[in-house]
């Protein structure tokens, strides 16, 4: 008796489109990561950072390969991850690639300021790492950045949130 591999097993379409919905679903915080250097200076929002650890500090980053920031980070060597405040939607947008108004990628949207690695930071975003490339990995269609936090700080402003293809704001329970 032969038996059969469950649909989703001979057609991988419907394992990414649930997987697609699922995190649609999942709230994340909203970044715009940005390096600054020989290689370029380029941003892109970013929802997929993470804390690796505090001994020492670090985070990751995912970010498609086809993007020119995940080829400048990577030769930089730096990047920096702003944390967007809501006030901030507008930004998120731009570095998207899909402004209200204007260009995409367009730095203008915004003030920033120079970090002590060179990458450029948004200002009154809700927290700010500095940080030097560690690690590259590549996974899938994605570049995963590992970075060293050499600083960071933290302001009083709330951060954004994106969930279900829309923004929000964390409320206490």
């Known amino acids: 008796?032969?038996?059969?591999?469950?649909d989703h097993m001979l057609d991988p379409r419907p394992i990414r489109a649930?997987?697609?919905?699922?995190?649609?679903n999942a709230a994340?915080?909203?970044?715009?990561?940005?390096?600054?250097?020989?290689a370029g200076r380029f941003a892109q929002t970013v929802s997929a950072m993470s804390s690796v650890s505090a001994d020492p500090p670090s985070l990751l980053v995912c970010v498609n390969r086809r993007s020119p920031l995940a080829d400048a980070a990577a030769r930089n060597g730096v990047f920096a991850v702003s944390v967007l405040a809501v006030e901030q939607a507008h930004?998120?947008?731009?570095?998207?690639?899909?402004?209200?108004?204007?260009?995409p990628y367009d730095f203008g949207c915004a003030h920033w300021r120079e970090l002590a690695t060179g990458a450029p930071a948004l200002t009154g975003a809700a927290a700010v790492f500095d940080c030097r490339l560690d690690a590259c990995h590549e996974y899938?269609?994605?570049r995963?950045?590992?970075g060293e936090?050499?600083?960071?700080?933290?302001?009083?402003?709330?951060p954004l949130v994106h969930h279900a293809r829309g923004y929000g704001s964390p409320r206490p329970l």
Do not use: C, N
């Open 1 to 6: 008796m032969m038996t059969l591999a469950p």
């Open 18 to 24: 649930d997987f697609v919905a699922a995190m649609g």
């Open 28 to 38: 994340t915080g909203v970044t715009v990561v940005a390096t600054d250097g020989p």
């Open 91 to 103: 930004v998120s947008d731009v570095f998207a690639g899909r402004p209200a108004g204007g260009e």
């Open 140 to 142: 899938g269609t994605h």
């Open 144 to 146: 995963i950045l590992l």
């Open 149 to 158: 936090v050499l600083a960071s700080a933290v302001t009083a402003a709330r």
